[in-house]
């Protein structure tokens, strides 16, 4: 197990996460440590806080949902909860893991994996592995990225079966985009069949908005500007 690749492709669900589902997608590996809005959208105290989760029950229905338990980290150490120890579910001296509050809701974003597997974590593609699902069924992840990167960036974030090298996926999609210099031709929209050069002298407008809502080219602004003058 790559420990990196894995926590950046888990990563790449963005808030999509439980505890309950790191835990299945590491491999049932313990202790591990997560954070629960790191972009701090509810409030930044959520920040400078982590948990570190030593144990895992599930329940309910195939197993997503249930309790985990471990404890509570501020500013990289151990700590209270709460400012008011008493009423904190964890606290700096707890020798025993405690419940986590929320642990089986989502939001929460792998951090580090410090114990070792024990059974097979989820399946990372690598580009030249087969898609055994969905619409590309049968394609290798390097096809889909070159014919349809739009469905791997659906993919990555939004589907729970689909982990991936993040890194070689954003190295082999630079592969795809195209450089266009002034003389190239748009083949879409209000002007096609005409130059970047025409549209730019034209419709600059329209030209930055291109380039502002695809990720599809790579437009050279400095050799229009030299042509310009």
Not at 98 to 106: M, R, T, V
Not at 163 to 177: G, H, M
């Amino acid at each position: 197990m790559d420990k990196e690749k894995l926590i950046e492709a888990i990563r790449s669900k963005g808030l999509s996460n439980s505890l309950i589902s790191i835990w299945y997608n590491i491999g049932r590996a313990l202790p591990f440590r997560a954070q629960r809005f790191p972009d701090g959208r509810v409030s930044d105290w959520y920040r400078n806080q982590f948990v570190e989760v030593h144990n895992v029950k599930p329940s309910g229905k195939g197993g997503k949902y249930g309790s985990a338990y471990g404890f509570y980290f501020r500013n990289g150490e151990r700590a209270n909860a709460y400012d008011n120890p008493e009423s904190s579910w964890s606290k700096i001296d707890d020798t025993e893991p405690k419940e986590i509050p929320c642990g089986a809701c989502g939001s929460w974003v792998l951090l580090d994996i410090l114990g070792e597997p024990t059974a097979e974590p989820i399946k990372i593609y690598g580009l030249n592995d087969t898609l055994d699902f969905g619409k590309h069924k049968g394609k290798t992840l390097q096809e889909v990225i070159h014919n349809d990167f739009g469905w791997v960036e659906w993919a990555i974030s939004n589907s729970e079966h689909f982990f991936c090298d993040i890194e070689a996926v954003t190295e082999e999609r630079k592969k795809t985009i195209k450089r266009l210099h002034p003389e190239d031709v748009i083949t879409f929209g209000k002007y096609k069949g005409q130059t970047i050069q025409y549209i730019y002298k034209n419709d600059v407008n329209y030209l930055m908005w291109l380039m502002d809502n695809t990720n599809d080219f790579i437009i050279n602004i400095s050799e229009l500007k030299e042509l310009k003058e």
